[in-house]
């Protein structure tokens, strides 16, 4: 892997979360993932039993990378030894995400995330029904 200097005069960023990366000089590998359930109800109820991972079975599935066939041709010609840039602003990099100045050798990045609204029915609970209590 090529190695160049990374400057920047600044970087300023609001928010880097879920398994996210900023990186400023050279790296090797970065490798990010992220298994998220997104639950949007109405209430602010926590119930006995939510939502686990073995509930859903794109969890478990093996990711399909695509497969390569053609040749990949690459030249460089690096004039100058250096990245510069000025000042960086970054409103959120967040979910697996990589925002970087510099070079990486490899990167993998990974997010899995079930979204489930639970809506409520003329004002009642939006409990699901496999947890919901025998009265």
Do not use: W
């Not at 970054?90 to 990167?107: E, K, Q």
């Amino acid at each position: 892997m090529f190695q160049r200097t990374s400057k920047a005069k600044s970087v300023e960023s609001n928010s880097i979360v879920f398994s996210s990366t900023l990186q400023i000089g050279d790296c090797s590998y970065i490798d990010g993932t992220v298994h998220a359930l997104a639950v949007q109800r109405r209430s602010e109820i926590l119930y006995e039993r939510d939502d686990e991972f073995s509930d859903y079975e794109i969890f478990s599935r093996p990711l399909a990378l695509p497969i390569i066939t053609e040749p990949i041709q690459m030249r460089f010609n690096h004039l100058c030894p250096f990245i510069e840039t000025g000042h960086i602003y970054i409103n959120a990099i967040s979910t697996s995400s990589v925002a970087g100045l510099g070079n990486v050798g490899h990167i993998r990045m990974k997010s899995k995330i079930h979204h489930t609204r639970q809506l409520t029915d003329n004002g009642k609970s939006t409990q699901p029904d496999s947890t919901k209590k025998e009265e």
